[in-house]
């Protein structure tokens, strides 16, 4: 235990455990807003392909006819 005590009065004195602790806390917020954001698009995706799936039930079975050109795929 006084190993560990040694350790950490050593590192906080230490100039190089105050930038490593600098850049772990914004690594962290880098992180959180990753996340975040992750889950932001992931909803936004979701949301789209549910409209779409909605929209593409509601089509007719046999198009709605609005299409241009013979079908003849020439």
Not at 2 to 6: A, D, G, L, V
């Given at each position: 235990m006084?190993?560990?005590?040694?350790f950490?009065?050593?590192f906080r004195r230490e100039?190089?455990?105050a930038a490593m602790i600098e850049y772990t806390?914004?690594?962290?917020?880098?992180?959180?807003a990753v996340i975040v954001t992750?889950?932001?698009?992931g909803g936004?995706?979701?949301?789209?392909?549910g409209?779409?799936?909605?929209?593409?039930?509601t089509v007719p079975a046999g198009g709605t006819g609005g299409g241009s050109g013979s079908g003849s795929g020439t």
């Open positions: 006084r190993k560990i005590i040694e950490a009065n050593r100039e190089d455990g806390v914004l690594l962290g917020i880098i992180t959180a992750i889950i932001a698009v936004w995706v979701s949301g789209q392909w409209n779409l799936n909605t929209q593409l039930q």
